[in-house]
T-cell receptor, first 113, second 118 residues
Framework: AQSVAQPEDQVNVAEGNPLTVKCTYS??????LFWYVQYPNRGLQFLLK??????LVKGSYGFEAEFNKSQTSFHLKKPSALVSDSALYFC???????????FGAGTRLTVKP | GAVVSQHPSWVICKSGTSVKIECRSL??????MFWYRQFPKQSLMLMAT?????????EQGVEKDKFLINHASLTLSTLTVTSAHPEDSSFYIC??????????????FGAGSRLTVL
């Protein structure tokens, strides 16, 4: 079965600095990879996904992620962090049709002014 | 864009009572909906897959008699927590998949329902 690891529980960055939230995956097959963001007491909001094609995926709110097959990673990045980016970020992986989407444990991003 | 509505957002109930949570796809039809449970500071755990017109598929370790799922229409799935106990207190989130989109399409998530059992 597929799985996702987010090695960092917490990431702290200063506003204006670049941010990276790490994600590695394990699947037997071609992965479909996703990033979601969750604000307090809210559901998940879709940021971006990788299905196939260009390894660099651009998503909502200026976020992007790079699929690295050799390192089985899909790190989330943003060139310049905003305080409003502070939230809980989840990486997820599935095979084919989302019927079995697995989420990472989540990484809490805090952007300080 | 696609919207999924969950109701209620917050619910407090007494131990032993049953609580129903609704998940509605507002502008699309969903043959498949998913129910997740999220404990504080933890990830989402898939509880079950809800299929319109058929029985739900439960993940291992999830009691189907305790967490009743009904997907009676293409826009509505309900989760009923029966005989709730304090340990059932959690944040429950649903997601829905547009029936006309195939492959690795994006799921649309509801805003979640926080259940507190006293």
């Amino acid at each position: 079965a597929q799985s996702v690891a987010q090695p960092e529980d917490q990431v702290n960055v200063a506003e204006g600095n670049p941010l990276t939230v790490k994600c590695t995956y394990s699947v037997s097959g071609n992965p479909y990879l996703f990033w979601y963001v969750q604000y307090p007491n809210r559901g998940l909001q879709f940021l971006l996904k990788y299905i196939t094609g260009d390894n660099l995926v651009k998503g909502s709110y200026g976020f992007e992620a790079e699929f690295n097959k050799s390192q089985t990673s899909f790190h989330l990045k943003k060139p310049s962090a905003l305080v409003s980016d502070s939230a809980l970020y989840f990486c997820a992986v599935s095979l084919y049709n989302n019927n079995d989407m697995r989420f990472g444990a989540g990484t809490r991003l805090t952007v300080k002014p | 864009g696609a919207v999924v509505s969950q109701h209620p957002s917050w619910v407090i109930c007494k131990s032993g009572t049953s609580v129903k949570i609704e998940c509605r796809s507002l502008d699309f039809q969903a043959t498949t909906m998913f129910w997740y449970r999220q404990f504080p500071k933890q990830s989402l755990m898939l509880m079950a897959t809800s299929n319109e017109g058929s029985k739900a598929t439960y993940e291992q370790g999830v009691e189907k008699d305790k967490f009743l799922i009904n997907h009676a229409s293409l826009t509505l799935s309900t989760l009923t927590v029966t005989s709730a106990h304090p340990e059932d207190s959690s944040f429950y989130i649903c997601s829905a998949r547009d029936r006309y989109l195939s492959g690795a399409n994006v799921l649309t998530f509801g805003a979640g329902s926080r259940l507190t059992v006293l």
